[in-house]
């Protein structure tokens, strides 16, 4: 199976915690926490259109302002996902500089702000220097964003601060089966994208499809293509070892292909992680398996352990992996 995605933490994972997802066949990236964000090049950045900002502690947001930088001449806009204070963080960074040149720019700036029940939507835009319109209030009930063939989804969780976990899930995936083409005499080109458009939006069966000249109806070519579950990636960090938590995310995150999760402390130090609100990695391992993730990845790392190598990950594979 051709993924639609592809996903990759940006740093580290001692430093700060970033996902990358590119669309494959699109320029299009979504980023979920805007931590550091150096080492990504002007184009990956380019590509973001949407960012999901769990929380707003510097290490998760101070690359908005590397962000902000490479976008200005953009003419698409960035949307922003955030907790309740999300709308009121982005007005604060947009503060910090002088505007005075900017109203040519194009870039539009959308953000969204999620409580327990409502999203709220604000946006600035350049033309009137990043002044704050707000746009409207609604409910909120977890999906984020939903563009087929994705669905966004967060959940409020608490960090000593609200802090939200995301899901990005692929609707189902479209393969194409090249022996079904080649006893149909079809060749392999741009129409398969036409033809995955189309299953995506159950277009009418007497639908005309035009392949290298000769004109096919929608029903006559359904059978190349196969449909299986979508993938699954979830993305938790900064919440508190507490078992509201723990029940919540563990549901959430149910059945992901892959997790990526905090697990800043040791369970030896489980004390100081109630005090920080962070996850052990022993706690990580438990979600992933009681929520049958296949593959988990482990992040954002106490820099207490940074002369231990691999003994977070120990920690975490080792309950991980038990029973198995
Ligand atoms: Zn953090
Ligand atoms: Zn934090």
Redesign the pocket.
Known sequence: MKPSFHHRLVNAPHEDPCLYVRIVREKRSFLFDAGQLDRLGSADLMKISDVFVTHT?I??FIGFDTLLRALLRRDTPLRVYGPENIIECVAGKLRGYTWNLIEEYPIEIDVFSFTEKEIRHSSFSAATRFKRIDRSIRPFDTIVLKEPPFTIKAINLSHGTPCLGFSLEEDFHINIDKAALNRMGLPVGPWLGDLKRMIRGTAAPDTPLTIDGRIFKFSDLVAIAKTTDGQKVSYI??ISPEEENIVKVTDFVNGSDTLYCEAYFLNEDIERALERHHLTAKIAGGIARKANVKNLVVM?FSPKYRSFPGVIEKEAMEKFKQDL
Do not use: I, S
């Open positions: 502690h290490d998760h960090t900064d954002h």
